[in-house]
């Protein structure tokens, strides 16, 4: 009996989070305080995540696991084969719709999720006041009161300031119409795929020790004024033609920018690695189609 | 080899727990609870899922047997300081529940209520919330339609309030405080 426990955690562990789990649903965008154990990386490193992938996975399901929409990113990788090491009887997977769990740094996968899944985010810093209120007791009083309006304060200097909110990620996001949630780095590309998400959404803060969560077919609202409404990134050039991704040529999604080291030319990709594979298979496949049709 | 009953097997535990996940998310879904045998009851196997030695509970439902309240390890106490509250149906509830505070909502109680049967009885509750995507309707049957007045007035001060979570022989289904029940 000299094997490894399954899932890294100890059942005490995983019952601790388990129980905050539920009470997150149950207090959309409450973040539930739980004692996050020490794990074998640092802090800051997708340790919340990691917890609550360890405390929900059981053996045959599928998991995915992404940093900044890559699978291949060293963040993901690490995480990918610890938990491959610790949970012997899962099964890991790139494309988003094979997974039924998926744990990501920093983005929403493109394709629809569906209510069979579940998204795990890795959360640095869960708490959208901490840019407002420096005392913790303090914080928790303003939440519970759903009082935001030192938030909505710093929102309207940003728009005196730049004449727009300059918020570009960890957008503060308004749950069942109570809570302001900190949703994690996602852009704000992200943002709207959490109102009404057919799949619960769970955040984890490993360092900050905090669990929260939106449930499916909730509300998701980002702070905005009437006259001063959220937008998502803009991806058109200077002659407002939407930018597609070099790879794959999609424009419908999400970009990172890149400079061609040869040419010093900025160049555009889908930051979600997944979705740039399937657009490029669907091409070929496509291309191929054509070439047997006119054989 | 001793023979350990399923319910008290990680692997069980984590399927239950996840039942539970889905059923908290999902208000008014009804899910089947894993590894009952002879020996355990639903109320058990849900509890041998959640509770540890930090956890105070309190059973007015009597349906534990000491032997099994043992395994939990769990603190038993009054029903006023229990996190988990074991109660029957039929019974309506003359007692008062932790319901946490403004800052500290989660420091309530989850009332595990034992009926007599989901998806059947005459009772039929329509709801709406969070996880429910228009609305969902649900039967219950051995509910003393107290328990529908007493969880309004526990959970009308949102953040505060208690979680539900209804158990007949074999499956669950859980009333997060944020569901908004109507009685057909």
């Known amino acids: 009996m000299n094997q490894e426990h399954f899932g890294f955690l100890d059942e005490y562990a995983k019952k601790e989070v388990r129980r905050a789990t539920l009470k997150a649903v149950a207090i959309p965008g409450y973040q539930v305080p739980y004692s996050s154990r020490e794990m074998p990386m640092g802090r800051g490193f997708g340790t919340g995540g990691l917890q609550l992938t360890l405390a929900l996975i059981g053996r045959g399901e599928t998991l995915k696991v992404i940093d900044q929409g890559s699978d291949d990113s060293v963040n993901a990788v690490n995480l990918r084969s610890f938990i491959e090491m610790t949970c012997p009887g899962i099964h890991t997977t790139i494309r988003t719709e094979q997974a039924d769990l998926i744990q990501s740094r920093h983005r929403i996968p493109e394709k629809p999720l569906r209510e069979d899944q579940l998204l795990v985010l890795q959360v640095p810093y869960p708490d959208a006041l901490v840019v407002v209120e420096a005392s913790e007791d303090r914080r928790k009083l303003l939440h519970g009161e759903a009082d935001y309006s030192r938030l909505l304060v710093k929102l309207y200097e940003d728009i005196v300031k730049f004449s727009e909110i300059t918020i570009s990620h960890r957008y503060p996001t308004r749950i069942n119409g109570h809570y302001v949630i900190d949703p994690s780095p996602i852009p704000r590309w992200d943002v709207p795929k959490l109102h009404n998400s057919p799949a619960l959404i769970l955040l984890g803060a490993g360092r900050e020790k905090k669990i929260y969560a939106v449930p499916p077919y909730t509300q998701a609202e980002p702070l905005a004024f009437e006259d001063v409404p959220f937008r998502v990134e803009d991806f058109s050039d200077e002659h407002g033609q939407r930018r597609s991704c070099v790879r794959c040529g999609c424009n419908s999604s999400f970009l990172d920018e890149y400079v061609d080291s040869a040419t010093g030319e900025q160049v555009y990709r889908c930051s979600d690695s997944d979705w740039c594979n399937q657009q490029l298979e669907q091409q070929q496949g496509v291309e191929q189609a054509v070439e047997v049709a006119n054989g | ?184």
């Not at chain 2, 006023?80 to 319901?99: H, K, M, N, T, V």
């Not at chain 2, 009308?156 to 539900?164: I, K, N, Q, T």
């Not at chain 2, 997060?176 to 109507?182: A, D, I, L, M, Q």
Request: aromatic letters at 4%; glycine letters at 6%; one cysteine or more.
């Open chain 2, 1 to 184: 080899m001793l023979e350990v009953a399923p319910i008290w097997q990680p692997h069980i535990q984590q399927q239950n727990y996840r039942l539970l996940l889905e059923a908290m998310s999902r208000p008014g879904t009804v899910h089947p609870i894993q590894g009952l045998n002879r020996t355990s009851n639903s109320l058990l196997a849900v509890l041998a899922a959640l509770l540890d030695g930090s956890v105070r509970f309190c059973d007015l439902s009597e349906r534990l047997e000491t032997s099994d309240i043992a395994l939990l390890q769990a603190i038993q106490t009054v029903p006023e300081e229990a996190d988990y509250l074991l109660c029957s149906g039929i019974d309506a509830p003359d007692f008062q529940p932790r319901l946490g505070s403004l800052a500290s909502p989660e420091q309530s109680a989850t009332l595990l209520v034992h009926v007599e049967a989901l998806q059947a009885g005459d009772l039929q509750l329509d709801l709406t919330g969070p996880g429910i995507k228009q609305n969902r309707i649900c039967n219950i049957q051995g509910l003393d339609t107290d328990w529908l007045v007493k969880r309004e007035s526990w959970v009308c001060g949102f953040p505060m309030g208690v979680d539900l979570i209804l158990l007949d022989q074999q499956q669950l289904m859980a009333l997060p405080r944020t569901t908004r029940v109507e009685v057909h």
